[in-house]
């Protein structure tokens, strides 16, 4: 998969004609992706399967579809499937989600993350390659030892299937180095970008590669306004539910890795406000910087800066999270575009 220059990409939550009909209009503006996530609620492939009925270039991808809800084997027969469908455009982002999602939801045990990501990926491959299905690891053994499985393999032609891992811990991000074909950086600020990067390199130097063969793909929400100091005060409250509920205290992927990125004591003050029940006091504690620096927002000018920061540190793909009616988010789109200029390689994916 070659990619050039810093792409433009929009993230999805289709629930019906009107959503389709935006993302249609983003391919128009030369937007290289959509990505659709599943948390506890829509699945991310029947949105995307249904996007790819209705569009003709625009790369498709789960950001992501969690690990465990789904055998490897299940994982990669549907990624098969859409990649099929879609005429070689789709992309499989997945991620471990958390303990809480996955043994409160899926009701599966959140064990090993990093052997499981790595034996999926694996596992996906062999089955994408048309080689026979047998792997013997940790997680995952197949055929199942001492019973009447049998190594089989698929019965789909050969369909390659571009892998992106969205990652934040050390090890997790040398092992999306090491295996990926894409990474995901939610909490990425360009300024701090070694924190991820220095671990996404190594990985990679690993399997004797270079970051270069990447694709890093950040979603920030995208707000053009003059009234920058409100809009950074409301999406940094927004990260208090993410500090303080999106795992438990002891185990917070989000809050580790802003941690790493130097606020360490801002995310501990915020998670006790949260869980002691003072929402609206974890929420004004939450640095403005993760408003600011995290997202693309405020005026034209400042949003241009943001942009040549993003492509100094390396980004290839800014996944822009979008809000308002159809009107106004394809208004924005359109803005950012136009603002990313020659920065941005319009829809040059090649699988």
Do not use: C
């Not at 390659?129 to 789909?156: D, E, F, N, T, V």
């Not at 050390?170 to 360009?190: C, H, K, S």
């Not at 999406?235 to 185990?251: L, P, V």
Request: hydrophobic share 45%; no cysteine; charged share 20%.
């Amino acid at each position: 998969m070659t990619i050039e220059g810093m792409q433009i990409g929009i993230a999805a939550h289709v629930a019906g004609p009107e959503d389709a009909q935006f993302v249609r209009d983003a391919e128009r503006l030369g937007v290289s992706s959509v990505w659709v996530a599943e948390a506890w609620g829509q699945d991310a492939f029947t949105p995307l399967a249904y996007l790819a009925a209705q569009t003709e270039r625009i790369a498709l991808g789960t950001a992501i579809a969690q690990l465990g809800a789904r055998t490897p084997a299940n994982l990669a027969m549907t990624a098969m499937s859409m990649q099929l469908l879609s005429g070689g455009r789709f992309r499989l982002g997945i991620g471990t989600s958390g303990p809480q999602v996955m043994e409160g939801w899926h009701g599966v045990r959140f064990d090993a993350p990093l052997t499981v990501t790595r034996e999926t990926i694996e596992i996906v491959r062999t089955v994408a390659s048309g080689r026979r299905l047998s792997h013997q690891g940790r997680a995952y053994q197949l055929p199942l030892p001492g019973g009447q499985g049998k190594a089989i393999r698929s019965m789909l032609p050969v369909t390659p299937v571009p892998i992106y891992v969205a990652s934040l811990g050390p090890r997790n991000l040398e092992l999306t180095g090491e295996l990926a074909d894409g990474w995901i950086g939610n909490t990425f600020m360009p300024e701090h970008a070694d924190v991820f990067l220095d671990r996404l390199r190594a990985g990679a130097a690993r399997a004797d590669r270079s970051l270069a063969d990447l694709d890093l793909v950040i979603p920030v929400a995208v707000e053009i306004t003059d009234d920058v100091d409100e809009a950074v005060r409301r999406h940094a409250r927004g990260y208090a539910f993410t500090i303080g509920a999106m795992g438990s205290r002891d185990q917070n992927f989000y809050n580790a890795a802003f941690t790493r990125q130097g606020f360490g004591d801002d995310v501990r003050a915020v998670q006790e406000l949260w869980l002691a029940g003072r929402r609206d006091e974890a929420a004004d504690r939450v640095p403005l910087e993760f408003g600011a620096k995290t997202n693309l927002i405020g005026t034209p000018g400042m949003i241009g800066d943001r942009l040549r920061r993003y492509r100094d540190a390396g980004v290839t793909t800014l996944q822009a999270k979008l809000s308002g009616s159809p009107t106004q988010r394809l208004d924005t789109l359109a803005q950012l575009v136009d603002l990313a200029g020659d920065d941005v390689a319009a829809a040059s994916f090649e699988g």
